[in-house]
């Protein structure tokens, strides 16, 4: 049987880079598709590293403009094995 | 024991109806029946149950955890308002609600979802809630129906307290609650905690249900594993939504989709990009150059004169302080400083491109080709970093879950050209390549690119041959208008930083080099007054320069600015500068014109032949040791062994490819 969470888990397999592109390859809706890797990083199966573009290597916490940043954060999602 | 072992072992010590511990609180009375809000994080949960039990809380760890829990009475209105009814409904209930921490789910990931487990279906039937109000976000209710979806499986009876109104109108989405009660199979009401909406229809579900059998069980497969269960709860969770939701509004997020099918498609996304990045270095050199010249100007005339004119009016003038003063510091550190409206123009324009989420798509371009040769996915996470510095990128690499990714990402992310690169870029761009310049730099970032792509595949075909690579997905934040207090902000402290380093590393090379100038190898000569190419600083390098002989940059002003680029690369314009201030007049040269020396110095050198010359010296420049900081770091992320491995590595690649451009290209020009 194959529900959202398999195909999204074969889709993060597959290399698809990004959640948008998922959704549109998986036919689920954008919203089922993060709410699925919210549950698949929560689960264990998914592991998230911070995108540090931009970003010092220890997070926003030695950020000097980490104050008046509003920038969503950059996650990467890989499959954990 | 921990929860999670309780909830494993079902030790049969935690119910929500055992009033009489300590951190389970006061509620309604022994008889009263027992309702727990449970929900979601950020649901609005405890906005509710603060309004409907008002000031008459306990709160205290649950028992045995560290899980915090509440426990209140609810007087629940009459549901029956029928004058002169006598039904149990026309009187008030006395309700105890106790608060569950947020879950997503009831399987135990965390403390918190273990007892929410345990209490809502971990005991016996008897001692479980009479009844769960789940608290669902309705601008997020894909994320907050899984618990709702687990908990239809346990025949355990419901009501749906559905909050946020206001922001999904806000976002557009439209919530049929007919529609999603129809589907959820349990009553769903649409409450404003905060503005306490809704509270009277919430009680009045509450009762209603109290009053009539929990709903069947939903069904679920059979001999079905851990992840075939999950997915059959997100599909029906996909359905409920489907049916129950209307999204009407076309936000950012849906202008961001249709313009990342072009951005970030496979053969577009790179062309775009590289345009992208050719226009931020053709408007910096384009805009910038007038107010660098301004500058130049401003440190070789009239600040020199003035300083000239002071010392000689202390008595100091024609001295090693002169010397020291003018062509070391004014000459070193002003010639630096000159960047700093290139510097400020390239921050700006990268912090824009950053706070509009446009780098983030850069990322995927980036990634996408790193995994078609063959490298590590996640490696160009650091290489991106590599960009603005080296130093932060190497200890990026340890986001690299692989040891070997760690060492092969560490010895590639050198070869990334850093901003200190990017002064001497535009210098030698401005001087031999004139309204080109920006087209250089940008050839250079390319180069850069192309020696990271051929070095990785190099070393992944021969080193790290069979290494796997670790499939990677980004969740890309949508496109938004950069803001000035960012942008400024972003601009500021890179500007600051780069300026430190102007003022701190840089001011000791310069003394450094100052002082090398100025100690004579020849006796008879005085300190301070002994001309460069005599100095043990001229005469080092004229030690090594025959091994740039095959490159085109075989003068010691060239080679000895290289040493000095070792230590740092903003080091390599401002050694120049001390170079040429002090030379310049022994060979009748107009002072303060770098450019002209430098060029009369690659004439020279190469044999005629000066742009190849330049290419090759910029591509060294690029390809060799960026600093000692970097080597530092790199020593402390991979090891002595790699570090000087990488060192020679980046010493060969430089000198092959300098010597290599230069032989083909002096055939064309």
Known sequence: ?81 | MSVAERAASSVPTLSVKQCCHTGGGEGAGPQSPVVALAGAPNTGKSTLFNALTGANVTMGNWPGTTVEVSRGAWHAPASCLCEGCTCPDSQPLDITLVDLPGAYSLDPHSPDEALTRELLIGGPADERPDIAVVTCDASRLTGCLYLVAQLREQGLAMVVALTMGDVADKRGIVVDVDALTERLGVPVVAIDPRRRGGLGGLAIAVRDALGVPAPDPRPVPADADALALEDDRFSWIADVVEAATTATAKDARTRSDKVDRWVTAPVLGPLIFLAVMWLVFQVTTTIAAPLQDFLDTLFSGPVTDATVAGLHAVGLGDTWVQGLLVDGLIAGVGMLLTFVPLMTLMFILLALLEDSGYLARAAVVTDRLMRRIGLPGRAFLPLIVGYGCNVPAISGTRILPNARHRILTALLVPFTACTARLTVFVMMGSIFFGAYAGTAVFGMYLTSIVIIVLVGLALRGTLWKGEPIEPLVIDLPAYQVPTLRLTASVTWVKLKGFLQTATGIILVTVIGVWLLQSIPTQPGEAFGEVPVQDSVYGVAAQAITPVFAPAGFNSWQSASTLVVGFVAKEAVISSWAQTYAVAEPEEGGAPGDLGVAVMNTFVESSGGHPIPAALAFMIFLLAYTPCVATVATQWREIGGRWTLFGVGLQLVVAWTLAVAVFQVGRLFW
């Open chain 1, 1 to 81: 049987m194959s529900g959202p969470l398999t195909a999204v888990l074969a889709q993060v397999e597959a290399g698809t880079p990004t959640l948008v592109e998922i959704a549109r390859r998986t036919g689920l809706s954008e919203e089922v598709t993060r709410a699925a890797v919210d549950h698949l990083l929560r689960s264990g199966r998914l592991a998230a590293d911070q995108v540090p573009i931009g970003c010092p290597p220890g997070g926003c916490g030695g950020c000097a403009v980490a104050a008046t940043c509003s920038q969503p954060v950059m996650l990467s999602l890989s499959v954990r094995r």
